[in-house]
């Protein structure tokens, strides 16, 4: 068994590109070898501007033989009438290299198709890892790639050189006329010269001794502490930021934190603008003292350990101040206008070249502001209107056009200053929370309520003129914007009950601006609803969405790993029961409590036994049922039940304690079996049949309400 190393050297990357490129890289040789059979041991990556870098351990030095079946055309197309190979059953034989003589027919569940079998296996995988290198680099895709040379090769930045090595030996790899060899470069300032590299261990430590921390968690940790450790001296704490922090770490091979100070004057300034200049700017970390506010203090990362560290945090000084003095004039200039003279402005800043102006979009989200706090929270009526109104003026503001990422942060500081209710004022910041998955949400029922509409304006409109999102295309970020929607109603405006209702509020807004007729009104509605959906099917089923979306965890006994979330089946059988009303708190207690259902020792025998039920009943239109045709006394036991059942179980069920309306409903069970074994459900007598199949409706209407058991995998 042998070990691949292998480096891709460049000119320095932009930072965002670095984590995607190097796990594309993992993952593209990784899925290449797992397709030609090849096993491996431990695998690992390493990072930084100037490398990204593979190391695989424990690769075979052949390709494993096996046997490989391919199929061909369907045999009706691969043989003609008189039993001879057609041109499509030669090509497949052509294709594959073998001689027509092997191929068979072999009956599918599509019907009989061409298929030959093949023996593999057996090359030097050297030789295969040279070929699969080169084809996985060039294939790699970065936002925006460039050419040099002769122009033949597409990268990020120019490649400078390529370390190739497996078993200790250079692998023959070739990328844009750059050639595989055993060899690395350290810190382009602090390193000694080549390293000569043969394994993992070899790469790391040399690389090490030449000032490159290959391991990017590490410099994260070296970051970290040593920042830490820099304000603490300082009698500061460090404002942590992960975003930052990742950041940081892939513009440095070999970080050194370092402390530094700015104008006491500047502190006059909102705290977000003074750490969004520092982050965005200047990638510094920004300091709060003892009171827990900012400081003039800051920690910024430079790429070089230097005995002259006062020069570079000079440097860091004169570029900050310059930015603080942009940021307090805008600041200031701001401040001599009204909000209303912002908010007029709107009309001529583009929302969306169909959905009209901003102007538009802040008419909409005070209309549908004013409807969702009508039905959830009359008392922040008014609150949420007047922030709907000037959700956006500052948009049109010199500092947001500056500074981009302010946007609320500016908004919520302006309305303050022109006297505007401190409820308005923290609403305009909150309707722009979360701000991600997991993000902070609104903090007052008012800010909830003009972030959800704000949300569902833009869905609507997109969805409305056909702007949907489809696979990983979502520029609008309307994806984004829907699971925003499901975490506010999830943690912080339950009583939101229907959701759908609300979004097609929303599309009823664009009437005017887009004339849509009932029918597209509806489509668009309907296409929305399933989305939404979707939405809630996919979060519940990875844990970490989950508890975004819910903030709670799934039920205590499910064993799952990390990642798990609520069993598919069981988010199946729940959202097959959600129709026009999309109720997100109560699709979540729904599904938790089946979950925890399933986990109970006799839920398998149940749901055999509701799953027959469910679907024997399936496209039944129940009748009245008629005692008078019962003809096992087992029929009136089980209606008996029934009735008995639903008195019990309707007031748990409006009450929304699903859990043990489910174990209720689970008590039918032995009587439901007996019924199954003495009775013959679909009997020659029509009017017979008819009234037992209503029967069973009526117990299907039971655990109906709350999920469809014929979605459900027992065992």
């Not at 030095?61 to 190979?85: E, I, M």
């Not at 003095?325 to 007029?344: G, I, L």
């Not at 903030?551 to 959600?578: C, F, K, R, W, Y």
């Amino acid at each position: 068994m042998s070990e691949l190393l292998y480096e891709i050297g460049v000119e320095e990357l932009p930072s965002g590109y670095i984590h995607p490129a190097v796990e594309a890289l993992k993952e593209g040789v990784l899925s290449r070898l797992s397709g030609l059979g090849v096993t491996f041991g431990d695998v690992c990556v390493y990072a930084t501007p100037r490398r990204l870098a593979l190391s695989i351990k424990d690769l075979p030095d052949t390709r494993p033989h096996r046997s490989v079946k391919h199929y061909g055309p369907p045999a009706k197309a691969a043989y003609d009438a008189n039993g001879a190979l057609t041109r499509a059953g030669a090509g497949f034989a052509k294709s594959k290299g073998v001689d027509p003589s092997l191929l068979k027919v072999e009956k599918t569940e599509k019907g009989d198709y061409l298929c030959v079998e093949i023996q593999e296996g057996g090359e030097p995988l050297r030789d295969i890892l040279a070929e699969t290198l080169s084809q996985v680099t060039l294939s790699l895709a970065f936002p925006k790639s460039m050419t040099w040379g002769d122009g033949d090769v597409r990268f990020a930045r120019p490649i400078s050189w390529i370390v190739a090595v497996f078993g200790g030996q250079t692998v023959d790899a070739k990328v844009g006329g750059v050639g595989a060899g055993a060899v690395t470069l350290g810190h382009r300032f602090m390193s000694s010269g080549k390293i000569g590299v043969k394994t993992r261990e070899d790469y790391l430590s040399g690389l090490l001794e030449n000032s490159v921390i290959a391991d990017v968690e590490k410099r994260k940790q070296k970051i970290l502490e040593q920042a830490k450790a820099q304000a603490a001296k300082h009698g500061a704490q460090l404002v942590e930021d992960d975003e930052l922090l990742e950041t940081v770490a892939y513009i440095t091979e070999w970080p050194v934190p370092l402390w530094g100070s700015f104008d006491k004057e500047f502190l006059a300034l909102p705290e977000e603008l003074l750490v969004t200049t520092m982050k965005h700017h200047q990638k510094m970390f920004a300091v709060k003292g003892a009171d827990g506010k900012v400081t003039n203090g800051f920690i910024g990362v430079s790429n070089t350990a230097t005995p002259n560290a006062d020069a570079i945090v000079a440097g860091y000084r004169r570029v900050l101040r310059a930015r603080l003095s942009d940021a307090k004039f805008f600041f200031d200039e701001d401040r001599k206008k009204p909000v209303e003279h912002f908010n007029a402005k709107l009309k001529d800043a583009m929302y969306q070249k169909k959905l009209g102006t901003m102007a538009d979009k802040a008419k909409r989200v005070t209309a549908l502001a004013g409807h969702i706090a009508g039905l959830v929270a009359p008392e922040s009526k008014a609150t949420a209107i007047r922030a709907g109104e000037l959700c956006k003026f500052d948009l049109t503001t010199q500092m947001v056009f500056e500074f981009p990422e302010l946007q609320g942060v500016m908004g919520r500081e302006y309305a303050r200053h022109s006297g505007e209710a401190e409820e308005v004022c923290l609403a305009i910041y909150e309707h722009y929370l979360p701000k991600g998955a997991g993000g902070e949400l609104p903090s007052t029922t008012a800010g909830a309520i003009v972030a959800i509409a704000d949300r569902a304006d833009s869905i609507a409109g997109c969805f409305a003129i056909g702007l949907i999102p489809t696979g990983s295309q979502d520029p609008l970020g309307i994806r984004r914007a829907a699971l925003g929607i499901l975490q506010i109603v999830g943690k912080k405006l339950a009583g939101l009950n229907n959701l759908n209702a609300v979004l097609l509020k929303a599309l009823n807004g664009y009437n005017e601006i887009l004339g849509l007729t009932d029918e597209q009104e509806m489509e668009a509605a309907g296409k929305i609803r399933e989305f939404i959906k979707g939405l809630i099917s996919r979060s519940a089923s990875v844990s970490s969405q989950h508890e975004q979306v819910y903030g709670l965890g799934g039920p205590e006994n499910i064993e799952s790993s990390p990642q798990a979330g609520i069993p598919h089946d069981v988010i199946n059988a729940v959202m097959e029961t959600v129709k026009d009303e999309i109720d997100v708190s109560d699709i979540h207690k729904k599904m938790i409590a089946l979950a925890e259902l399933k986990t109970r020792d006799f839920f398998e025998p149940l749901a055999i036994t509701f799953k027959r039920v469910a679907n024997i009943t399936k496209g039944h239109v129940p009748t009245t049922i008629l005692p008078g045709l019962f003809e096992k006394d087992i029929e009136g036991e089980l209606f008996f039940e029934i009735i008995k059942a639903e008195d019990e179980v309707s007031p748990l069920i409006q009450s929304r304690e699903y859990l043990k309306a489910l174990e209720r409903i689970s008590a039918l069970r032995p009587v439901v079996d007996r019924f199954f074994d003495d009775v013959m459900v679909m009997a020659d007598d029509a009017k017979v049949r008819d009234n037992r199949l209503s029967l069973l409706s009526r117990l299907s209407g039971l655990f109906g309400e709350i999920a469809d058991f014929s979605k459900i995998v027992a065992g």
